[in-house]
C-alpha cells in the first residue's frame, strides 16, 4: 500500500461520511443508525490518518514506510491530542 493508495482510501471514507449525513438530513436513515455508522467511519478515518503519519514519519527518518501496520481501534482511538 503506498501514500496515494491511502489518501484514496481517506477520501472514499470523508465521501462515505457526507453521502450518510445526507440520508440523515434527508430522513433516510434511522439517527441511530447513522450514529453507528459515523462512530464506525471515523475510527477507520483515524486509523488511515495514524497508518498515514507513521509511513510518513518512517520515510522522514530514513526507515522504509512499508514496515507500518494498521494499529488496532484502541490504540488509535485512545491517543491524547
Known amino acids: 500500500m503506498t501514500d496515494q ?3 484514496a482510501r481517506i477520501k472514499q ?3 462515505d461520511e457526507h453521502s ?4 440523515a438530513t434527508a430522513g433516510e436513515i434511522d439517527p441511530v443508525a447513522e450514529r ?12 488511515a490518518w495514524d ?3 507513521q509511513r510518513r514519519a518512517r520515510s522522514g527518518s ?3 514506510p512499508e514496515d507500518t501496520g494498521l494499529r488496532s481501534p484502541r490504540e488509535v482511538e485512545g491517543y491524547l491530542q
Open 5 to 7: 493508495d491511502i489518501l
Open 13 to 15: 471514507l470523508v465521501d
Open 20 to 23: 450518510l449525513r445526507a440520508k
Open 36 to 47: 453507528k455508522q459515523l462512530a464506525e467511519l471515523e475510527v477507520m478515518l483515524d486509523q
Open 51 to 53: 497508518l498515514l503519519r
Open 62 to 64: 530514513g526507515e522504509s
